[in-house]
């Protein structure tokens, strides 16, 4: 939308207000891009702190497929 504003305001050569938009676009910009990289930053900082946790229970597996030497590895 402030891009059409923009382009208007060239075209009808109204240059405060295509200095104004053009100035909003770049705050705009700028504003997105530290909340992308603080996003990012957390969403990293969340991934090292999650710890995933399985257990394997040897009564739920089918223990007559798995060798015995893998059986006494996995019990």
């Known amino acids: ?3 059409l504003i923009m382009v208007l305001s060239a ?5 405060t207000y295509l200095a104004v ?3 909003l676009l ?3 910009a700028v504003l997105r891009f530290t ?8 969403v990293e900082a969340l991934r090292k702190r999650l710890q995933v946790n399985a ?5 739920l597996m089918d223990l007559t497929k798995v060798p015995l030497f893998r059986r006494l ?3």
């Open 21 to 23: 938009v053009s100035a």
């Open 35 to 42: 909340q992308e990289q603080r996003a990012a930053g957390v």
């Open 11 to 15: 075209v009808l050569r109204n240059y």
């Open 55 to 59: 257990r394997v229970f040897a009564l």
């Open 73 to 75: 590895q996995i019990v």
């Open 26 to 28: 770049i705050v705009n």
């Open 1 to 3: 939308m402030l891009e």
